[in-house]
């Protein structure tokens, strides 16, 4: 049996140590891509789920101070109730859970915005390089449990960089200027 000079040693370690630093970093990267792929998942089945109810109530469900959905008693509480009619429970739910974040016990939350013609939905996304994240929404400031979000998805023709409220009143002066341009004539 041979055994490593000082010198071999030295190299196999700096070698295995630099193997090791690599491996650790595009593991931490893979589940950051992983996190923020369930982010969007969550997302989009939340989106659609809501879509499923407006179709059925002619409104979305309207959300809490908290930013939460409001479709059970007192706000529904992410990964824990599902999206339904509370008034009908045996009408069977559009989500059977409403997801929760996936580092919800570090900080992370969704958002959800709505006032029943519109709603927008929010997550902070980990990988601020990725091609979803959204400086115009970070510019907003909103609050995605500790974290800025940076992430979203509105009903259709609500653009996710301005409040609803902002946006329905710019619609209302847009009418406005066309109603006093029609006068004009």
């Known amino acids: 049996m041979r055994i490593f000079s000082k010198q071999e040693s030295i190299a196999l370690t700096v070698i295995l140590s630099i193997l090791f630093v690599v491996s650790y970093f595009n593991f931490a990267k893979a589940l950051v891509r992983s996190r923020d ?8 089945a939340i989106t659609k789920g809501l879509e499923d109810f407006r179709t059925d109530f002619a409104s979305y469900p309207q959300s809490t101070k908290e930013g939460l959905i409001n479709a059970c008693n007192g706000g529904c509480v992410w990964g824990k109730d599902p999206l339904r009619d509370i008034n009908d429970l045996t009408y069977p739910a559009y989500m059977n859970v409403i997801p929760l974040d996936p580092r919800t016990g570090d900080g992370y939350s969704y958002l959800y915005f709505s006032n029943g013609r519109r709603f927008q939905i929010y997550a902070t996304l980990e990988d601020a390089q990725g091609v979803e994240y959204d400086p115009k929404i970070v510019a907003m400031n909103l609050k995605c449990g500790t974290k800025i979000c940076n992430f979203g998805r ?6 996710l960089d301005k409040s609803i409220e902002q946006y329905e009143n710019e619609l209302i002066q847009e009418q406005l200027r066309l109603r006093k341009l029609q006068l004009g004539k």
């Open 37 to 44: 792929l369930e982010r969007r998942n969550d997302i989009g």
């Open 154 to 159: 509105s009903s259709p023709e609500t653009p």
